[in-house]
């Protein structure tokens, strides 16, 4: 067989190298593929898998190369040619060719269409609405109390699903849609949904006109950071299978999202071939749909793609024949996970031409496969042309494992810029203190049994505190073992060296007057050339003010470094702290207050303005404060509603005081 595969990301090397595979394929072309795409040997014969310079969306062009080459099967990957309506085309002129038509691929390619055909026929979904202009849409955001996710009704490359949580944010997601129109005629329509509480998953199923095969479960990773913060993107690593539905569970999944879905396709002559995608929430009421795609995930695909067993000839031939019911999917028993590194700036702007590294060594570890996306070559070199790089993906014995595998071949991967999580599967693995730098906060990758050579800057390692914040010399025996990443672990200059200033203060009564214990905290931990450059850089966030340095208290007469630095800097201490000792809870920023960042020194003269400060926290609560290292209790309730703390930090001889809240919306990490 001659097969034609149409796109040039992660989810097409990956359709590309498990077709090269079977025993049928005799001449392969991707159009337009990219640099890892074209390193793909047949296993028939050996043959190279030829790139063509033809755009996905070019149809004409695609229309006359397939019947040049005389192509026996066509793959389509990407989204926007089907809903351009490429298979109507190609089998208009007598091709064969996998993936749903224009009329199927409505499914995605309209979120209205999609929305009205579940709630039509009883496949279970959220409460929405859809929407052209403004205030009905804002009112039926407040009918939902402003927590919604509003969508473009077209395609937007994965990003045009905005979250809200409240009335400011629902109302300016959908000024961004249909007002502004950033997404252009895709949000000439929205759907606005109720935003669900529950643990989202990815459903994948391979449709042949009457039935759905439906594959094991897998879980993407939508947003760019860690802890799913920052920016949506197309996706940043997944992992199969989930540990979130039992055999019985999924197989009811079925029943109640692919049976109507068959039923209704049934009923509005809609025939279905292809992969069905549907984004799940699993809700307390059961698994609703977020969402149909009418394409395989990126990167869902690459990891269902390494466990798959099947012939994926095979699979896409009884698709487009309508006789699925004759074979049965096989998956192989390993885990598999997906880590996208992605250009720096992604999902923003971001520069291209990177020369890429150490793929050879990683392509060369055990059960390990790089998948490229955007990519070139460049010469002799390949480099980056894209947002999401490359998807480097591991097996496993479980999760576990083919996390550690994952990760194992990231780190040999090099070029400028590169970003990736470093929390792929942490929702499916048990909850651990050991999974977060208590003092960036970044996720840690697990030390490799029997690794060698230099650490990751995010490999896990332990750094030390003392039990009641305060280092004497010499150090005390009973230090506490925090987990700590290698980066900050051995960064010891400037402000990295904020994380061993901590000290406990207390602030109550003794025999009639005010009792202040405040302890040096630095002096064994630094040498003294970095204490005087912590102390330079400490003393420019205090213009005009005295404060204590190596060489004695000194007015502050410049100030180059911005306050907020060191707001942010005290903030991500109290924060990973936390996250550390009290994992149940998940902490953000906005969590937290910088009340206070004063020179409270204790130089002769000026005792007197460190008493007023301390005295002015100390009265802003009714309760004696507290910070209490060992336990780690430095919270008390101050009003009914809201959860709220002090904590005193010690830079030195200057005292920081940092307010903790919970919001009204705290709620427990799941």
Same mark, same amino acid.
């Given at each position: %067989?001659?097969?034609?595969?149409?796109?040039?990301?992660?989810?097409?090397?990956?359709?590309?190298?498990?077709?090269?595979?079977?025993?049928?394929?005799?001449?392969?072309?991707?159009?337009?593929?990219?640099?890892?795409?074209? !390193?793909?040997?047949?296993?028939?014969?050996?043959?190279?898998?030829?790139?063509?310079?033809?755009?996905?969306? $070019?149809?004409?062009?695609?229309?006359?190369?397939?019947?040049?080459?005389?192509?026996?099967?066509?793959? +389509?990957?990407?989204?926007?040619?089907?809903?351009?309506?490429?298979?109507?085309?190609?089998?208009?002129?007598?091709?064969?060719?996998?993936?749903?038509?224009?009329?199927?691929?409505?499914?995605?390619?309209?979120?209205?269409?999609?929305?009205?055909?579940?709630?039509?026929?009883?496949?279970?979904?959220?409460?929405?609405?859809?929407?052209?202009?403004?205030?009905? #849409?804002?009112?039926?955001?407040?009918?939902?109390?402003?927590?919604?996710?509003?969508?473009?009704?077209? !395609?937007?490359?994965?990003?045009?699903?905005?979250?809200?949580?409240?009335?400011?944010?629902?109302?300016?997601?959908?000024?961004?849609?249909?007002?502004?129109?950033?997404?252009?005629?895709?949000?000439?329509?929205? +759907?606005?949904?109720?935003?669900?509480?529950?643990?989202?998953?990815?459903?994948?199923?391979?449709? $042949?006109?009457?039935?759905?095969?439906?594959?094991?479960? /897998?879980?993407?990773?939508?947003?760019?950071?860690?802890?799913?913060?920052?920016?949506?993107?197309?996706?940043?690593?997944?992992?199969?299978?989930?540990?979130?539905?039992?055999?019985?569970?999924?197989?009811?999944?079925?029943?109640?999202?692919?049976?109507?879905?068959?039923?209704?396709?049934?009923?509005?002559?809609?025939?279905?071939?292809?992969?069905? =995608?549907?984004?799940?929430?699993?809700?307390?009421?059961?698994?609703?749909?977020?969402?149909?795609?009418?394409?395989?995930?990126?990167?869902?695909?690459? +990891?269902?793609?390494?466990?798959?067993?099947?012939?994926?000839?095979?699979?896409?031939?009884?698709?487009?024949?309508?006789? !699925?019911?004759?074979?049965?999917?096989?998956?192989?028993?390993?885990?598999?996970?997906?880590?996208? %590194?992605?250009?720096?700036?992604?999902?923003?702007?971001?520069?291209?031409?990177?020369?890429?590294?150490?793929?050879?060594?990683?392509?060369?570890?055990?059960?390990?496969?790089?998948?490229?996306?955007?990519?070139?070559?460049? &010469?002799?070199?390949?480099?980056?042309?894209?947002?999401?790089?490359?998807?480097?993906?591991?097996?496993?014995?479980?999760?576990?494992?083919?996390?550690?595998?994952? =990760?194992?071949? +990231?780190?040999?991967?090099?070029?400028?810029?590169?970003?990736?999580?470093?929390?792929?599967?942490?929702?499916?693995?048990?909850?651990?203190?050991?999974?977060?730098?208590?003092?960036?906060?970044?996720?840690?990758?697990?030390?490799?049994?029997?690794?060698?050579?230099?650490?990751?800057?995010?490999?896990?390692?332990?750094?030390?505190?003392?039990?009641?914040?305060?280092?004497?010399?010499?150090?005390?025996?009973?230090?506490?073992?925090?987990?700590?990443?290698?980066?900050?672990?051995?960064?010891?200059?400037?402000?990295?060296?904020?994380?061993?200033?901590?000290?406990?203060?207390?602030?109550?009564?003794?025999?009639?007057?005010?009792?202040?214990?405040?302890?040096?905290?630095?002096?064994?931990?630094?040498?003294?050339?970095?204490?005087?450059?912590?102390?330079?850089?400490?003393?420019?966030?205090?213009?005009?003010?005295?404060? %204590?340095?190596?060489?004695?208290?000194?007015?502050?007469?410049?100030?180059?470094?911005?306050?907020?630095?060191?707001?942010?800097?005290?903030?991500?201490?109290?924060?990973?702290?936390?996250?550390?000792?009290?994992?149940?809870?998940? =902490?953000? #920023?906005?969590?937290?207050?910088?009340?206070?960042?004063?020179?409270?020194?204790?130089?002769?003269?000026?005792?007197?303005?460190?008493?007023?400060?301390?005295?002015?926290?100390?009265?802003?609560?009714?309760?004696?404060?507290? &910070?209490?290292?060992?336990?780690?209790?430095?919270?008390?309730?101050?009003?009914? /509603?809201?959860?709220?703390?002090?904590?005193? !930090?010690?830079?030195?001889?200057?005292?920081?005081?940092?307010?903790?809240?919970?919001?009204?919306?705290?709620?427990?990490?799941?």
């Amino acid at each position: %067989m001659k097969l034609l595969v149409i796109g040039s990301g992660g989810r097409e090397h990956a359709l590309v190298w498990k077709l090269a595979q079977s025993p049928h394929v005799t001449q392969m072309w991707c159009a337009p593929g990219n640099a890892g795409i074209g !390193l793909e040997h047949l296993t028939k014969n050996g043959a190279l898998v030829e790139c063509v310079s033809i755009g996905a969306e $070019d149809l004409p062009k695609l229309l006359a190369f397939a019947q040049e080459k005389r192509a026996d099967l066509t793959v +389509v990957g990407p989204d926007n040619p089907l809903a351009m309506g490429i298979v109507d085309l190609f089998q208009s002129n007598g091709l064969r060719i996998w993936g749903p038509n224009q009329k199927a691929a409505q499914f995605e390619s309209s979120k209205v269409f999609a929305q009205n055909f579940m709630e039509k026929y009883g496949i279970p979904t959220a409460k929405a609405g859809t929407f052209t202009d403004f205030q009905a #849409a804002s009112r039926f955001a407040a009918s939902l109390g402003g927590r919604c996710a509003v969508k473009a009704d077209g !395609l937007a490359l994965g990003k045009g699903v905005l979250i809200c949580r409240d009335m400011a944010q629902a109302d300016q997601a959908i000024e961004q849609v249909l007002v502004k129109k950033e997404f252009g005629v895709a949000g000439a329509q929205i +759907v606005i949904q109720e935003l669900l509480d529950g643990m989202e998953i990815s459903l994948h199923a391979l449709c $042949d006109g009457q039935m759905a095969k439906l594959f094991p479960t /897998s879980q993407d990773h939508k947003r760019a950071l860690d802890g799913d913060q920052g920016l949506n993107t197309g996706g940043m690593g997944t992992y199969s299978p989930t540990p979130f539905l039992t055999e019985a569970q999924l197989a009811d999944a079925a029943t109640k999202i692919l049976e109507p879905f068959t039923r209704g396709c049934a009923a509005e002559g809609i025939d279905y071939r292809g992969i069905l =995608y549907p984004g799940i929430m699993l809700t307390k009421d059961g698994p609703k749909v977020l969402e149909f795609n009418a394409r395989f995930g990126d990167p869902e695909t690459q +990891v269902y793609l390494t466990r798959l067993e099947n012939d994926l000839v095979e699979l896409f031939d009884a698709s487009v024949a309508g006789t !699925l019911g004759r074979i049965e999917l096989r998956w192989g028993p390993l885990a598999s996970v997906c880590v996208v %590194m992605a250009s720096g700036g992604y999902p923003g702007s971001h520069a291209k031409g990177k020369i890429i590294s150490g793929l050879d060594v990683a392509n060369a570890l055990p059960q390990t496969k790089v998948f490229h996306a955007g990519t070139a070559k460049s &010469g002799d070199q390949i480099v980056t042309s894209g947002g999401r790089v490359l998807g480097v993906t591991a097996l496993g014995k479980d999760l576990k494992s083919a996390q550690a595998a994952a =990760y194992a071949a +990231v780190e040999r991967i090099h070029f400028d810029g590169a970003h990736f999580r470093r929390d792929i599967t942490v929702k499916a693995l048990p909850k651990s203190r050991n999974q977060r730098c208590y003092i960036c906060g970044d996720s840690l990758i697990p030390v490799p049994s029997g690794h060698k050579g230099p650490l990751h800057p995010k490999h896990a390692t332990n750094d030390h505190v003392p039990p009641d914040g305060i280092f004497s010399d010499p150090k005390p025996s009973d230090l506490i073992s925090v987990p700590c990443c290698n980066e900050c672990n051995n960064k010891h200059s400037g402000f990295d060296e904020r994380l061993r200033a901590f000290a406990a203060i207390e602030v109550g009564r003794n025999k009639g007057g005010e009792k202040i214990l405040i302890e040096k905290v630095l002096g064994s931990t630094m040498k003294m050339g970095r204490q005087k450059r912590f102390f330079r850089q400490l003393a420019q966030t205090f213009r005009d003010r005295i404060v %204590m340095t190596p060489e004695g208290p000194k007015r502050v007469a410049k100030a180059s470094v911005e306050t907020n630095l060191v707001f942010g800097g005290v903030i991500e201490i109290a924060k990973g702290l936390l996250s550390h000792f009290h994992p149940e809870v998940d =902490y953000f #920023a906005d969590h937290f207050e910088v009340l206070d960042i004063h020179n409270a020194t204790l130089a002769k003269g000026h005792r007197d303005e460190q008493l007023a400060i301390v005295r002015e926290i100390a009265s802003k609560t009714p309760e004696e404060v507290r &910070g209490n290292f060992k336990e780690f209790r430095f919270w008390r309730f101050v009003e009914p /509603s809201r959860r709220c703390g002090v904590w005193l !930090l010690v830079f030195y001889e200057s005292v920081t005081f940092v307010v903790f809240h919970h919001p009204t919306s705290y709620k427990p990490r799941t």
